[in-house]
Structure formats: C-alpha cells, structure tokens
C-alpha cells in the first residue's frame, strides 16, 4: 500500500466527488419521500372522497325519503280532506231529497181513492205483524171516514190468508196529531205492542233501508266499493 499522501488538489477532487456522492444519495432518498408522500396522499384523499361521497348519499337518501313521506302526507291529507267535503256534499243533496220527500207527505192523503187502498194496506201489514184477532188503530180524526172504508177490506183480505176473522177498533180516544201526515199506528195484545205505520215512520225507514240505493241512483256505483251484499 503505498503511503503518499494526497495532494490539495486531489483533496479537493476526492471531497468534490463525495459531495456529489451525498448530493446525489439525497436526491433520490427524496424522491422516494416525495413518491411515497404522493401515494399516502392519493390514498387519504380517496378514502375522504368516499368517506364524504357516502355522507352526501345517505344525506340525499334520507332526504328523499323524507320529502316522499312528506309528499305522501300532503297528499293523503289533501285526498282526505277532498273525500270528506264530498261527502258532506253528497249527504247535504240526499237531506235535501228526504227533506222534500217530507214536505211533500201531507200530499198523499190529497187523493182520498188512492189515501184510502193506502190506509188499507197499511192496517193490513200491521194486523199481519201482530197476528191477533182483534186491534186496535189510531189514526187522525180527519181519517176516519177512510179508515171505516177500509177496515172491512182489511178484515176480508186478512181472513182469506189466516184464516181467521179479524176486528179492527179505531181508536178514537187517541187520534193521531192533526198535523201529522197520516197513516196509522196498530196496538195489540190490549195496547202492549204497537205497530207504527205512519206516513212520516215509512219514510224514515225508506231513509234508513233504501239510502244505499238512492245514494246509488244519484250518485251511481262508488268506484272504490269492492264488496257487495
């Protein structure tokens, strides 16, 4: 080995030559930082990106969802609200056929033929519901001539179908009002069972028992009805 020593210009060269060495080891040992930092930035940044995208998702999610319940809501409602003043309006028009139908009773006895065949009819469906030999009818003191018309009419078809003999009592101590109608109302069984058939209970039964029917008739079939009787 040989011992010479180093010139100062070889010194400078060797020293130079290390530098460039160190400087060039740098370079690359930050490159690789600044590679490897690039990448854990893309990562987290991406990670961020689908972190915050998933948020704004669900965010958006449960906002249409509750914008739709909502709008569901205001509709439902609206339809509801619709669906009552139909209603009310539908029940407004059938009143005010009943209402009419009511002032148009007193009407019924105006033909006294026709008032009378009905007084029959009516005592005779009566003598059938209490099925007894002898009743009683209360009827309004201007009727009664009619209804001594039509007992005996009463009595014949009712004994033709029972098959035995029936007598019927007005009541005169108990008439009907004066302002009512007409018709008549039956007692049984010494005045414990009583038959109304008066003209102003035949037509709350019309109301109660045809109503679907004239609802139907004004109306016409309820798009919604599924069932049937």
């Not at 709008?71 to 059938?94: E, F, G, M, P």
């Not at 009419?100 to 009819?121: G, N, Q, R």
């Not at 302002?179 to 709350?204: D, Q």
């Amino acid at each position: 080995m040989s011992n010479t020593a180093l010139t100062d210009d070889q010194v400078d060269v060797e020293l130079k030559k290390l530098v460039q060495f160190i400087k060039q080891e740098a370079l690359e040992k930050a490159r690789e930082i600044q590679i490897k930092a690039d990448e854990e930035f893309a990562i987290e940044k991406a990670k961020l990106v689908r972190s915050e995208t998933a948020i704004i998702d669900t965010t958006y999610e449960r906002r249409t969802k509750q914008a739709s319940l909502a709008q569901q809501i205001t509709k439902s409602n609206i339809t509801n609200k619709t669906r009552l003043r139909v209603l009310a309006a539908r029940q407004t028009v059938l009143d005010d056929v009943f209402e009419e139908a009511t002032t148009k009773l007193a009407d019924i006895s105006s033909d006294k033929e026709k008032y009378c065949y009905l007084l029959k009819d009516l005592m005779l469906e009566g003598a059938f519901i209490l099925y007894e030999k002898a009743i009683t009818v209360s009827a309004r003191e201007a009727d009664y001539d009619l209804i001594k018309t039509g007992i005996p009419l009463a009595q014949d078809e009712f004994k033709k179908e029972a098959g035995f003999d029936l007598t019927i009592t007005i009541n005169e101590a108990d008439p009907l009002p004066a302002g009512s109608a007409g018709g008549v109302i039956l007692y049984g069984s010494a005045g414990k069972i009583a038959v109304t058939n008066t003209l102003e209970e035949r037509l709350h039964l019309l109301n109660e028992e045809s109503l679907p029917a004239i609802r139907v008739a004004i109306f016409g079939e309820s798009p919604s009805r599924k069932f049937y009787d």
